[in-house]
């Protein structure tokens, strides 16, 4: 299998042209994950760009996204693959029908064949003729029995269905997991995955994102709004802002059509900002309250 | 490299980070895939391979920082290794800065005056490489450091420190910056923007500090005997009564996402736990679309057991931050019981359920109760026979058999009265009576430690030191 990316660096500038903007920790653990062909297990806040990290390296990879939602009570039937049991039943009746007299376990064969098997998101990622990137997000919202599931799929890249046999990626996708960490993932899983923490940026990194991501934003307003938001994490906040969220302000901020913040047009759209109002109180206090 | 390796994890195991073997040779096959130049990607490969926790990655750093500490290039190799060389060593900074205004008639020696200059000016203009010259200047100069002593460098940095005056520092550039412009009266925003921008860079140069200490330490005894002398316990496993105020503060932090997670799980536990009994009515009714045979048995839900909690906390001195943590805790589970009241003491007792009651964040509740709390009855040395027996006169009668109690405390009495009896009675009436002591076993029942006497009342006596401990007793509890 031939190497997606030559170095780090070149997925940095890669992701960078797509506009995403990778620190080194994210270009290092990218470029790891395509030469050692290992998933990449993506832990970090909401709203930090975890599953757009995974959306961008499909689109700079000129591969097809596969996303598997997970939720509690998802099963092998909706993660791996099922039968086509209603077709089965048709394939059965019809052979009743014509009474062309075939033997049960002709039968049985003919209707457990790939015809009748009906691919969800795990197995279509490994069956992929074109090159894909599976993303696996929230997998801390499933239980414990249902990661097991997709061990097999991470570390093998393959399913085993017991009528058909073995199914091995004919090309080792690029695996993606997410996690907002609402619980401690299995040691089975960690051991099979590359680790990716994917934090608040740096007040640089903000303002480019901010810069790239917000189109007619100037480049004072765009550092300020970087400054604030990086100044409002360090306070002891319920839920800090997140990167979606400062984008948001930054397009609030564009479509008042302001030039700079003034306190007055903070204090107006912090809500946007903050999702609580002990939050918001907090910040119009620390903020706008001039220390004399 | 595949020794140094070998090595580093030994030595992120010894910090209590599980490393397993396959692991190990993914980071083995990592390294040869990389460019080894770049100690950044280096640091990032072994993180991405080596740790699958978020809160492993400060200790990751630290052995990191250690084993593969910056080798100095020729140039300022040499002043490292010669401090008595000081003219090469002022030379150098002179060529970046001194040059326009000290002239080149003090090439000797830096004055004090002149370094805490450079310093200034390297912070204002946030320029890094100044930054580097001035910490190594500042270390060599301050710190006097002897060659094999067997420390961790924190003393060190408090001598770097102390002669640096980093407050007074931060101070002046915050005041320059905001009167930068003369006329122009800034707006609250700017004002604390500049003045964490500041605060932030002087961070910046502590940590420089920080890591020039280490690296020099590393190079007079090795990376594995520093690292010995550096290792700090997980966040989880730290003894909270012996904590630090940085690990306190490294505790609060990780509280919160503690507390989210033993949630999760013990809502998850509640929906799949058991079975109700048989739902008769139920069952019979859909027995009717099989004509009246019960093929399919329904069941009730089952009734969720909400204890109710009241938590006795003793907050005297090395004992409070423990129960701060529990109160925290405790009550950013409230929804898992069906009441919870708190009281604390040291010799008397106060109740301050309304302080969490009040409060939407019990971080913030549980700051309120340590200075708000009515505790002090005559000399402020715990005394639980007086603050227990006042419990029992004010509160015993609302305990009843849904009651669990937990009593927090070491049971250091100071040689006061015990009055156990009052535990006794309220294990009469309460469903349990448990004790958790922050103290290590091996301390109980000495001193003036008299947690056999209560013990003999309680349920159980647990011995809860660190939020592992805590974690697992909580989630017992529900």
Redesign the interface.
């Known amino acids: 299998m031939s190497a997606r990316f030559e ?2 660096a070149s997925v940095a500038e890669r992701l960078r042209a797509a506009e995403y903007l990778p620190d ?2 994210i270009a ?2 990218v ?2 994950a395509d ?2 062909a ?1 998933p ?2 993506v ?2 806040p909401a709203g930090t760009g975890k599953t757009q990290l995974a959306k961008s390296v499909a689109e700079i990879t000129g591969a097809r996204l596969i996303r598997l939602q997970c939720y ?1 009570g998802l099963d092998e039937s909706k993660a791996l693959y099922e039968w086509n049991y209603r077709k089965q039943l048709l394939r059965i009746q019809a052979s009743q029908v014509s009474g062309d007299g075939q033997k049960w376990s002709e039968l049985e064969g003919d209707i457990f064949a790939e015809d009748f098997l009906l691919t969800r998101p795990l197995l279509e990622a490994i069956r992929a003729e074109d090159p894909v990137v599976l993303l696996i997000d929230e997998i801390d919202r499933v ?1 414990l029995e249902t990661e097991a599931l997709m061990l097999e799929v991470l570390s093998e890249y393959q399913v085993s269905i017991p009528e058909l046999g073995t199914v091995t990626a004919k090309q080792t996708p690029m695996v993606f997991l997410t996690s907002n ?4 993932l299995s ?1 089975a899983l ?2 099979r ?5 994917v ?1 608040y940026p740096t007040i640089e990194r903000e303002r480019e994102i901010v810069e790239t991501r917000v189109p007619g934003i100037t480049t004072e307003l765009a550092d ?1 709004v970087a ?2 938001v ?2 409002l994490r ?1 306070l ?1 906040l ?1 839920k800090a802002p997140s990167v979606s969220e400062t984008l948001d302000w930054a397009r609030t901020l564009v479509v008042l059509g302001q030039e700079s ?3 007055q047009q ?1 204090s107006e759209t912090l809500h946007v900002l903050l999702k ?1 109002q ?1 939050d918001i109180d907090k910040a119009r206090h ?6 004399s | 490299m595949l020794d140094v390796i070998a090595a580093f994890i030994a030595e992120l195991r010894k910090a209590g980070i ?1 490393i ?1 073997m ?2 190990h040779v ?1 980071a083995a ?2 390294v040869g ?3 080894l130049e ?1 100690r ?2 280096l640091r ?2 072994l ?3 080596l ?4 809160e492993h ?1 400060p200790a990751f750093d630290l052995a990191f920082d250690i084993y593969f500490a910056p080798r100095r290039g020729k140039t300022n190799g040499d002043q490292e290794h010669s401090p008595e060389e000081q003219g090469g060593d002022g030379d150098s900074i002179e060529d970046q800065l001194l040059g326009p205004e000290g002239g080149f008639g003090q090439r000797r020696e830096m004055s004090a005056e002149e370094l805490m200059q450079l310093m200034e000016d390297a912070v204002r203009r946030n320029d890094t490489t100044l930054r580097t010259r001035v910490v190594n200047e500042a270390v060599t100069r301050f710190a006097g450091m002897t060659p094999g002593r067997p420390v961790g460098g924190t003393y060190y940095l408090y001598r770097v420190l102390r002669n640096l005056d980093l407050e007074g520092l931060q101070q002046r550039l915050v005041d320059e910056a905001s009167t930068s412009r003369p006329g122009v009266q800034l ?3 700017e ?3 500049l003045a ?2 500041v605060a932030r860079r002087i961070r910046g140069l502590r940590l420089a500090i920080e890591a020039e200490i280490r690296r020099r330490l590393v190079e007079d005894r090795g990376a594995e005997a520093l690292a010995r002398s550096v290792r700090k316990p997980l966040p989880e496993d730290i003894d909270v009564m012996h904590a630090t105020r940085e690990e306190i503060h490294t505790l609060e932090r990780s509280l919160v ?1 503690l507390s ?2 033993l949630a ?2 013990l809502m ?1 536990k509640r929906r ?1 736990g058991r079975r109700g009994p048989l739902d008769f009515r139920a069952t019979m009714r859909h027995s009717l679309s099989t004509g009246g045979v019960p093929i399919d048995p329904k069941y009730k839900n089952p009734r969720p057991s909400k204890p109710e909690i009241f938590i006795i906390a003793d907050v005297s001195g090395s004992v409070a931050s423990f129960a701060r943590f529990t109160l925290h805790l405790v009550y950013a589970l409230a929804s898992s019981f069906s009441k919870v009241r708190s009281f604390v003491f040291v010799d008397g007792i106060d109740e301050v359920t309304h302080h969490f009651d009040e409060a ?2 019990p ?1 913030e509740a549980a700051n309120r109760v340590n200075t708000e709390a009515k505790v002090v009855w005559v000399d402020g040395h715990s005394d639980y026979g007086h603050a227990l027996s006042d419990f029992h006169a004010r509160y015993a009668e609302d305990v009843n058999s849904r009651t669990t109690v937990m009593i927090l405390g070491d049971a250091r009495n100071n040689y006061h009265q015990s009055s156990a009896w009052v535990v006794a009675d309220l294990q009469k009436r309460a469903r349990h009576v448990l004790w958790l002591n922050p103290e290590p076993q091996t301390y109980w029942n000495s001193g003036d430690s008299i947690i056999a006497e209560y013990g003999a009342h309680c349920d159980s006596i647990t011995e809860v030191r660190t939020l592992r401990q805590l974690e697992a007793f909580i989630a017992e509890l529900v």
């Open positions: 170095s780090p080194s920790s290092s653990t470029f790891l030469q050692l290992k990449v297990l832990e970090g509690e239980e960490n609402t619980r401690e040691e960690k051991r995955c590359l680790f990716l923490h934090g300020q400054r604030i990086g100044s360090e002891d319920r913040v003034t306190e903070a609580y002990s620390e903020f706008l309250v001039a220390k | 599980p397993s396959t692991e993914d096959k990592a895939v990389i460019a770049e950044e990607t990032e490969t993180a991405a391979t740790i699958k926790s978020q990655r707006g609250a925003i004002q604390r923007l964490d921008d996402p989210r997670k999760v799980r998850r799949h939407n964040d971080a």
